[in-house]
């Protein structure tokens, strides 16, 4: 089966800029995360959506990021404006039925801002 | 709240040798736990998971782990790595309820000649 696909694989922006993330997950999974991983440190949550729901959205920074999962399929995350904190991985998720069926990763966005 | 450990921060091995990364958790029920790889620039690759049963569970690549519920803690093991294993790894917990996971802050494995 395919597996999660994500994109841009890179990005650069100026601070205050805005930046999109995309997210396709595998085919049929009803649950989709998005993960920071700041470079020396493990993915922390940021959004947990189940089909076209937010679930868990308790460590996303609202006041510049933002996130939809229309039609319960794909996914976009947007971070606006960016922060120089904001450089990072970020990666995407998807899982059939949760922690049962295990979660499967995409390659990740790095975004850098400078 | 779930919570992972990995007290090694990095860890330096010989090709050939034997390897133990350890995870320690945080959780009052029982934990579905799970080890992943990440290679630079990579997503993250599952290893194994271990959720009910059989304290030791195999994985991919010649790795193994091993549930302890009364140390909490679930290491990674490896008779011998192989150069191709120098990677980062990541321990993590996901619970009932929420369904989602929880990851430690990784061990960076280094192998050298």
């Known amino acids: 089966e395919a597996g999660v696909a994500q994109s841009p694989r890179y990005k650069i922006i100026e601070k205050r800029q805005s930046v999109a993330f995309w997210c396709n997950p595998i085919?049929?999974?009803?649950?989709l995360y998005w993960y920071q991983q700041i470079l020396g440190q493990g993915p922390k949550l940021l959004i947990q959506?189940?089909?076209?729901?937010?679930?868990?959205d308790s460590q996303l920074p609202k006041d510049r990021f933002s996130a939809e999962r229309l039609k319960g399929v794909d996914s976009t995350l947007k971070i606006q404006p960016a922060k120089l904190e904001d450089s990072a991985v970020y990666l995407c998720?998807?899982?059939?039925?949760?922690?049962?069926?295990?979660?499967?990763f995409g390659s990740g966005t790095r975004l850098t801002v400078v | 709240a779930q919570s992972v450990t990995q007290p090694d921060i990095h860890i330096t091995v010989s090709e050939g040798a034997s390897l133990e990364l350890r995870c320690n958790y945080s959780?009052?029920?029982?934990?579905?736990l799970f080890w992943y790889v990440q290679s630079p620039g990579q997503g993250l690759q599952l290893l194994l998971k271990?959720?009910?049963?059989?304290?030791l569970v195999q994985g991919i690549k010649g790795f193994e782990a091993e549930f302890k519920r009364s140390q909490s803690s679930f290491n990674l093991r490896k008779p011998s790595v192989h150069w191709s294993d120098a990677a980062e790894y990541f321990c993590?917990?996901?619970?009932?309820?929420?369904?989602?996971?929880?990851f430690g802050t990784g061990t960076r494995l280094t192998i050298i000649p």
């Open positions: 085919s049929g999974h009803a649950t």
């Open positions: 271990y959720f009910s049963g059989d304290t």
């Open positions: 959780y009052g029920a029982t934990p579905y």
């Open positions: 959506f189940q089909n076209n729901g937010v679930v868990d």
């Open positions: 993590a917990v996901a619970t009932f309820g929420n369904e989602k996971l929880t």
């Open positions: 998720a998807s899982s059939g039925r949760g922690r049962s069926d295990g979660y499967t």
